[in-house]
């Protein structure tokens, strides 16, 4: 289960969403967070938020697993990663070169010493794009091109394979890869096929 602040105020628009400030926002995230984790894993749940209140509240039919991940998407350093490291099974962030995942990994890091949690309950995943050519790149990002460039996979099959081994070497323990239309089925099996000769 992923869930993040919310950034796209054309999103909150096009369903009638009132778009509120990045404060509340964050606010909104670190009570729906402990919400969702009450309703997830325990079998009835309360809460008493400014935003969210539960009374004896039940999720039913309960996930088939015993217990769902929660992940947090994002990359704010004071509050969004603050509160991954309070509440999160699995934080998410996308579309930043290696070195900027392993300096907010470290935040998230400094973050779990604070609140004394392990670290290693928190999985820590990285978004990419993934465009062999800087056509594929435009048709994917159009005016976000230049602005994703660097968390992107791009080049030979082995620079692919090199980035992405960077991000592990940064501590990413999954790369995913952020498909966005035109979806282009050619460059996933390219890359499969170089994943399974590496």
Known sequence: MGIGAGWAEV???AYGIPYPDAKTRLDQLE?????????LHDDVSSFDGSYFSLVDARNEPRPVQPKMPIWIGGGGEKRTLKIAARYADGWN????PPA???RKRSVLLQHCATVGRDPSEIKCAINVGLAWTEESLQ??????????REGCLAGSDEQVLDRIGHYVDAGADQVNIA??????????????????LS
């Open 11 to 13: 999103e909150y628009n």
């Open 31 to 39: 009570e729906g967070i402990q919400v969702l984790r009450g309703l």
């Open 93 to 96: 962030v996308p579309f930043v």
């Open 100 to 102: 900027e995942f392993e």
């Open 139 to 148: 048709a994917q990002f159009g005016q976000l091109a230049n602005y994703v």
């Open 179 to 196: 498909l966005r239309a035109p979806f282009d089925l050619d460059a996933i099996e390219r890359l499969s096929v170089a994943l399974k």
